[in-house]
């Protein structure tokens, strides 16, 4: 199993769930987040003491967990629907899970998600 998560900016959020419904129904997880890359964010004054500001854009982390096989898939589906060759497009981390449990009813690893 790996652990997908991506970070985009928050006008593609439909767009990404669109593309992890075609592969399962397992679901997301999503939280707000702040950040910058390469294009070094935006400037923003949080106190008048605050000269420098700080250089952060809005993003949005979507994590999901899915099989080993899916993962290659899903990555190739999401670049071609979320990328505009431009800075900002995001980033797809992939970690590994060593287990998933399904509280309710007790199902393990795949059969867990």
Do not use: C, W
């Amino acid at each position: 199993m790996k652990e997908i998560e991506f970070i985009i900016n928050g006008e593609k959020l439909e767009t990404l769930k669109h593309v992890l419904d075609q592969f399962s129904n397992r679901g997301i997880t999503m939280t707000s987040a702040m950040g910058y890359g390469h294009q070094h964010g935006l400037k923003q004054v949080y106190t008048r003491d605050d000269r420098q500001g700080v250089a952060l854009l809005p993003k949005i982390s979507v994590r999901t967990v899915v099989p080993d096989d899916e993962v290659d898939g899903i990555i190739d589906a999401v670049v071609n629907r979320l990328s505009t060759s431009s800075f900002g497009d995001g980033k797809i981390f992939v970690r590994a899970i060593e287990q998933a449990v399904r509280i309710r009813t007790d199902e393990r690893g795949d059969d867990a998600l």
